[in-house]
């Protein structure tokens, strides 16, 4: 079983930065694409950025593109999501996952795309 903890959240005002990471056990990352996924009080869970195995390939939300950043580390199994100039239209509990299932992109911003999901962390930013 793959188990996956996210860290970082934490409050911050508009305008500030924040490091989301997420940090893997029971299986290696390498060969899986990650995501980081949001959902705001009162509406639904939304995409917010992918990373392909390697690294080589990225997709981000409209919403966050050119503001968030995601990366990872597969020797340290870890994903990572930069969170630069934030507004607080950002505010939601921050889930990363991971997908064993897909390999085609048109996947990657879907939820039912991931099949493994950390317990989210929580990001709030004030205005």
């Known amino acids: 079983q793959v188990q996956l903890v996210e860290s970082g959240g934490g409050l911050v005002q508009a305008g500030g930065s924040l490091r989301l990471s997420c940090a893997a056990s029971?299986?290696?990352?390498?060969?899986?694409?990650m995501g980081w996924f949001r959902q705001a009080p009162g509406k639904e869970r939304e995409f917010v950025a992918a990373i392909t195995w390697s690294g080589e390939s990225t997709y981000y939300a409209d919403s966050v593109k050119g503001r968030f950043t995601i990366s990872r580390d597969n020797a340290k199994n870890t994903v990572y999501l930069q969170m630069n100039s934030l507004k607080p239209e950002d505010t939601a509990v921050y889930y990363c996952?991971?997908?064993?299932?897909?390999?085609?992109?048109?996947?990657?911003?879907?939820?039912?795309?991931?099949?493994?999901w950390g317990q989210g962390t929580q990001v709030t930013v004030s205005s």
């Open positions: 029971g299986r290696t990352i390498s060969s899986y694409t």
């Open positions: 996952a991971l997908s064993t299932l897909y390999s085609s992109s048109y996947y990657y911003t879907l939820g039912r795309g991931y099949d493994y």
